[in-house]
C-alpha cells in the first residue's frame, strides 16, 4: 500500500510505480525474513518471554524501516527524472527543462492531486 501510495503522490507513471512496487514487495519479504530470524535468535538465546517482550519493538522497527527504504527509492526514481538529457546540435547532451507542471486529476475520482513544485 506504501509503494502505492508514493507513487501517486510523486505522480510516476505505470512503469516506475511497478518498479516501485516490486521494491515494495522485496522489501516486505525481506523484512519479514530479517524480523524472523532476530526473533528466533531471541528466542533461542533468551527464552520465549524475550520473544514476547521484543515481537512488537522489533515489527515497529521492521515497518518503519520498510517504510523509510520505499520514501527513499521513490525520492531517488523523482529526482533522477527530474531532468531529461538529450542531444542538442553540437552532439553534446544537455538537461532539458520540463514544461511548467499543470495541476492534474488524480486517479481517485473526486480528489485533485494538486501541484508540483
Given at each position: 500500500?506504501?509503494?502505492?501510495?508514493?507513487?501517486?503522490?510523486?505522480?510516476?507513471?505505470?512503469?516506475?510505480?511497478?518498479?516501485?512496487?516490486?521494491?515494495?514487495?522485496?522489501?516486505?519479504?525481506?523484512?519479514?525474513?530479517?524480523?524472523?530470524?532476530?526473533?528466533?535468535?531471541?528466542?533461542?538465546?533468551?527464552?520465549?518471554a524475550t520473544l514476547l517482550e521484543y515481537h512488537d519493538r522489533v515489527g515497529y522497527a521492521e515497518t518503519g524501516g520498510i517504510f523509510l527504504a520505499?520514501?527513499?527509492?521513490?525520492?531517488?526514481?523523482?529526482?533522477?527524472?527530474?531532468?531529461?538529457?538529450?542531444?542538442?546540435?553540437?552532439?553534446?547532451?544537455?538537461?532539458?527543462?520540463?514544461?511548467?507542471?499543470?495541476?492534474?486529476?488524480?486517479?481517485?475520482?473526486?480528489?485533485?492531486?494538486?501541484?508540483?513544485?
Open positions: 500500500m506504501a509503494s502505492l501510495f508514493l507513487g501517486e503522490f510523486f505522480g510516476f507513471r505505470a512503469g516506475r510505480r511497478l518498479v516501485l512496487l516490486g521494491a515494495g514487495s522485496f522489501l516486505a519479504v525481506a523484512g519479514n525474513l530479517i524480523r524472523a530470524t532476530l526473533l528466533v535468535r531471541l528466542a533461542n538465546d533468551r527464552g520465549a520505499l520514501v527513499l527509492a521513490a525520492w531517488c526514481m523523482s529526482w533522477r527524472s527530474a531532468g531529461r538529457l538529450t542531444e542538442s546540435a553540437g552532439s553534446v547532451l544537455s538537461v532539458t527543462e520540463e514544461a511548467p507542471h499543470r495541476p492534474r486529476q488524480s486517479v481517485f475520482p473526486g480528489i485533485w492531486a494538486g501541484t508540483r513544485s
